[in-house]
């Protein structure tokens, strides 16, 4: 864990005299890798590398004194031209390196990053000047439909599941591939629990008595063992849903829940029916269209990553004590098929479903019982991740990260292929802007190809938890790449509301397939947040890049209008459906998401300043603060025992207020100074990258509570939770505690406080009314 910490901060940081280098070849076939670890310094270079070994053999040597040789005028003479030849002989050396270092094109290739990491930073005789339409244009010109189909035919797998050989055969592709563009590269090996299906036979479910087959898909994480009772449907399995059962005076208590995919996740779904209390989940495809014995595939972790090693990372020897995540769920869940949820509604009885239900009869009675069998196998297996880097030349140590997953359940041609294209694609146009067109990024691009993507994001997020310290006011920015083409012509987005005013501009920047305008032209036009911005989610590849690590995140996706791309966790995920989804045009897709995702990240390198609207949180601290308030004083007189009257929401507003001024100074700063000084930009943008960042409460426990943000996160320690809390208190249920919801709301008024305070800059600048 150590020698990989320490790549990330070489790759970033310079060492003026020594360095460490690492080979980091890796043995993509399981066995354990070897990391061979070489200190070099200048005396290594002066001696030639075996210092260690010649001072033993001198000191084996007699100590001997000689006498100085006599000096003639013949010999002193001689001197003197040696050293006057030495002497010009070094400075021609020295002007020839010189120009030649003037007269070098850019590259980006690994011997000049390697050279650069023995350097305290990236010294320029002047400011990298390339006009944003060039760079535009530039990026335009490189990415075609023809490129695109060459890589969907390379990366184009039939089996390739997190950490088997197909797995790691795809990862040495991308890996040549960066290689080949000139970039510096590393991987990463991570030692991660998986789940496979039973070794032997197959997970069962029995509805009265009678087996409904054979089942090829699964739920990883799910618990094992074997559970009964009697089935009741729970439509999508929201928690909303659920309610509607309860109205309906049916407890879940030890009931076999029945639902259809879609809506929420697996997790989520498992986890609401946990909460009541029953005994197992099935879930079957919503989608008909799929056919009728189409498995389905996924995970029921509440959570990313690893869930074995919550809040750090799962590299090999570390030695932690054995401990679950918070987010494993403790009831049995299973994928069924349309068909055999069909056998299962036909044989039930019970009442009838609320209204709105589809497809929903009865909701299933006492007496239709199922048993339902998990025996999947958790297995420890090595995930690659995979790592190219194309460095800036004014800040090479702050970076936008670009990445996707690399695996998948079956053929996974939306869910990985097109992605990984579209990552190596890029890779390829930008390295090429730069070592080709003079094209000179501020700051540095990192590509990742990530590995466990299905199994709840665990390669990414064991990056994150690796090196969490190093990426804390590094990394400013994360672009997913996952699932961008799954439809088409409706445009799709989750983001950090930091980039709303980015991915608007961006939009503006990217045509349509017809070239008849741009892709924001095309769309809602004003309402554009509403018709194409969708709330972070927790099985969103973005989300733990946000709540966890404090990084401004952005997915998006090309889609059908009402419609869900059906063949996402199966093994039906074929080229031939999506470009049957597409009227085959996945290719000329993949290149506007191309330009799309480029044109944010080259923005965020390009500029002197970072591209992220801090006054975007505003808007939305204050919708939690009007809710909040309005809940209190209904509390305060329906319940005015458990909240008194002092308690107000004048800390919290103040709090608001002082996030709100510090943006405004913010701006105010920003166009008083010289944006042409490096250490003024590099202020301006530090203040910019701690919003996200102080956003995440240092009051809870990244291992119980992992999504920390205060605002887009998941837990008690939330706005939103706040809110739930006093709805709770109004009607005086048995979960509400009044003392636990005002440690709460102070906790968070003054997370939003410090956030306040550190965007102000200096410490005198603090605007504290606390």
């Not at 003639?72 to 040696?82: D, E, H, R, Y």
């Not at 005994?279 to 389905?296: E, F, K």
């Not at 923005?603 to 609207?613: G, I, N, S, Y």
């Amino acid at each position: 864990m150590d020698h990989a910490r320490s790549t990330i901060s070489k790759i970033f940081n310079g060492e003026p005299r020594s360095y460490t280098r690492f080979n980091l070849t890796q043995n993509m076939e399981g066995e354990n890798s070897q990391v061979e670890m070489k200190l070099s310094s200048d005396m290594d270079e002066e001696v030639g590398g075996n210092g260690v070994g010649e001072d033993l053999n001198h000191a084996k040597e007699p100590y001997v004194v000689h006498k100085p040789a006599g000096r003639t005028p013949k010999s002193v003479c001689f001197m003197v031209a040696t050293i006057l030849l030495i002497f010009i002989i070094s400075y021609l050396i020295g002007y020839l390196s010189h120009r030649k270092k003037e007269l070098a094109p850019p590259s980006c290739s690994r011997s000049t990053f390697e050279e650069s990491i023995t350097q305290d930073s990236v010294k320029m005789e002047a400011d990298p000047v390339m006009d944003w339409t060039d760079v535009k244009r530039l990026l335009d010109q490189k990415m075609s439909a023809s490129s695109f189909e060459g890589a969907f035919s390379e990366f184009a797998s039939e089996s390739h599941q997190a950490g088997s050989a197909g797995d790691n055969v795809l990862a040495k592709k991308v890996l040549a591939r960066f290689k080949e563009y000139g970039m510096y590269t590393w991987t990463d090996e991570h030692y991660v629990k998986l789940v496979d299906p039973p070794a032997s036979g197959s997970n069962m479910v029995t509805f009265k008595g009678s087996n409904l087959g054979a089942l090829r898909g699964y739920l990883a994480y799910s618990k094992t063992g074997t559970a009964k009772g009697a089935v009741l449907h729970g439509n999508y399995g929201q928690m909303d849903d659920l309610r509607k059962l309860q109205d309906k005076n049916i407890a879940l208590d030890g009931r076999v829940l029945l639902v259809k995919s879609g809506k929420i996740s697996f997790a989520e779904k498992v986890a609401n029916a946990a909460k009541l209390n029953a005994s197992a989940v099935l879930i079957y495809p919503a989608d008909r269209g799929l056919g009728g014995s189409t498995q389905l595939f996924g995970h029921v972790h509440l959570g990313s990553g690893d869930p074995y090693t919550p809040g750090f990372p799962s590299f090999n020897h570390t030695q932690f004590p054995p401990v679950q995540s918070s987010g494993l769920p403790s009831i049995l869940a299973q994928t069924i098929t349309v068909n055999m949820a069909t056998t299962i509604m036909r044989g039930m009885g019970g009442k009838s479903a609320p209204t709105g239900w589809l497809e929903v009869g009865q909701l299933g009675d006492d007496d239709d019982m199922v048993t339902v069998e998990v025996n999947n196998v958790l297995a420890e297996k090595m995930i690659v991740n995979v790592f190219g880097v194309i460095k800036g030349f004014v800040d090479p140590d702050r970076f936008v990260v670009m990445g996707a997953q690399r695996d998948a359940w079956g053929p996974g041609f939306a869910s990985s292929t097109v992605g990984t294209s579209v990552l190596v694609e890029l890779a390829r146009a930008i390295s090429d802007m730069v070592k080709n067109d003079g094209f000179k990024p501020r700051r540095s691009i990192v590509f990742a190809s990530w590995s466990a993507g299905e199994f709840g994001s665990v390669g990414a997020t064991e990056w994150l938890e690796g090196y969490l310290s190093s990426l804390n006011m590094k990394a400013f920015s994360y672009i997913n790449l996952d699932g961008v083409v799954t439809g088409f012509p409706t445009f799709k987005a989750s983001a950090s509301p930091l980039m709303y005013t980015l991915i608007q501009r961006t939009l503006q920047e990217v045509n349509t397939l017809s070239d008849s305008g741009t892709l924001y032209s095309a769309g809602p036009g004003p309402n554009w947040e509403t018709a194409i911005m969708e709330p972070l989610r927790l099985n969103d590849p973005s989300y733990p890049f946000v709540t966890f690590s404090g990084i401004p995140a952005v997915s998006f996706r090309f889609t059908t209008e009402g419609e869900e791309y059906p063949y996402l966790g199966t093994l039906d995920d074929t080229r031939d459906k999506l470009y049957g989804a597409t009227s085959n045009q996945v290719a000329k897709l993949a290149v506007s998401a191309g330009q799309f995702a480029g044109k944010i990240a080259l923005r965020l390198v390009h500029d002197h300043l970072l591209r992220l609207d801090v006054e975007k949180y505003i808007r939305l601290i204050r919708t939690h603060v009007v809710a909040i308030n309005s809940k209190i004083k209904t509390v305060q007189s329906m319940q005015p025992q458990l909240l008194p009257k002092s308690l107000t929401v004048q800390w919290l507003m103040s709090a608001t207020g002082s996030y709100s001024r510090a943006a405004s100074s913010l701006s105010t700063a920003i166009d008083n100074s010289n944006l042409e000084e490096a250490d003024v930009c590099r202020n301006i943008n530090d203040r910019i990258m701690s919003v996200e960042r102080d956003f995440l409460s240092p009051y809870t426990s990244p291992r119980e509570t992992p999504f920390r943000h205060i605002l887009v996160g998941s837990g008690s320690h939330t706005l939103k939770a706040l809110s739930d809390h006093l709805d709770a208190l109004q009607i005086d249920h048995s979960d509400a505690n009044a003392d636990l919801f005002r440690i709460q709301f102070a906790l968070a008024t003054w997370t939003i406080q410090g956030c306040a305070n550190s965007l102000a800059g200096e410490v005198w600048s603090i605007d504290n009314m606390i």
